[in-house]
T-cell receptor, first 115, second 118 residues
Framework: AQTVTQSQPEMSVQEAETVTLSCTYD???????LFWYKQPPSRQMILVIR??????QNATENRFSVNFQKAAKSFSLKISDSQLGDAAMYFC????????????FGKGTKLSVKP | NAGVTQTPKFQVLKTGQSMTLQCAQD?????MYWYRQDPGMGLRLIYY???????DKGEVPNGYNVSRLNKREFSLRLESAAPSQTSVYFC?????????????????FGAGSRLTVL
């Protein structure tokens, strides 16, 4: 069974600094997708970034980038120049190609940003 | 665009009462999902519907029923609510991104519904 593990229940970063959130996953599939979702206090789930497993190049979206290590089954999220608005729960999620689209989520990391 | 709309946003029930959570999407997506979110548990799939007229169980289906009324609407029903069903419920819909090999499903979520069962 596929599983997603986020080993950091809480993280803290100083405003304008860089923080990395960890995620590991377990799968026997070769074709799959990985996502990071942000959930601010409003509860809304917001897609931050996604990575296709067949791509070796790490995905980037403005201040957000990932370090995808397929052999190690690791998918970390780096937030550069952290802003107060980045404070939220962050969920790592997995979806394998050909599925009905179901996402398997990790338990989340609560990120605090200190001014 | 409204995206995915869930109602109600908050609900308090007594044990044994029934209720239906409504979900509608205006993005012409084929697939729709119901998740529940509990503290420290992430989101877990209750039921999903790959297309109009089909529904399938997810990870935690017990105590719930669903109806895919049409392409836009996917409702979740609690027939006899229990305190263990106290949670935040999310509806989502997805399209298949054909730009990606095999086509990944990109999910859009509703704002969530907080349900408390006393």
């Amino acid at each position: 069974a596929q599983t997603v593990t986020q080993s950091q229940p809480e993280m803290s970063v100083q405003e304008a600094e860089t923080v990395t959130l960890s995620c590991t996953y377990d799968t026997s599939e070769s074709d799959y997708y990985l996502f990071w979702y942000k959930q601010p206090p409003s509860r809304q789930m917001i897609l931050v970034i996604r990575q296709e497993a067949y791509k070796q190049q790490n995905a980037t979206e403005n201040r957000f980038s990932v370090n995808f290590q397929k052999a190690a089954k690791s998918f970390s999220l780096k937030i550069s120049d952290s802003q107060l608005g980045d404070a939220a729960m962050y969920f790592c999620a997995y979806n394998y190609g050909g599925s009905q689209g179901n996402l398997i989520f990790g338990k989340g990391t609560k990120l605090s940003v200190k001014p | 665009n409204a995206g995915v709309t869930q109602t109600p946003k908050f609900q308090v029930l007594k044990t044994g009462q029934s209720m239906t959570l409504q979900c509608a999407q205006d993005m012409n997506h084929n697939s729709m999902y119901w998740y529940r979110q509990d503290p420290g548990m992430g989101l877990r799939l209750i039921y999903y519907s790959a297309s109009e007229g089909t529904t399938d169980k997810g990870e935690v289906p017990n105590g719930y029923n669903v109806s895919r009324l049409n392409k836009r609407e996917f409702s979740l029903r609690l027939e006899s609510a229990a305190p263990s069903q106290t949670s935040v419920y999310f509806c989502a819909s997805s399209y298949r991104d054909r730009r990606l090999a095999s086509g990944a499903n990109v999910l859009t979520f509703g704002a969530g519904s907080r349900l408390t069962v006393l």
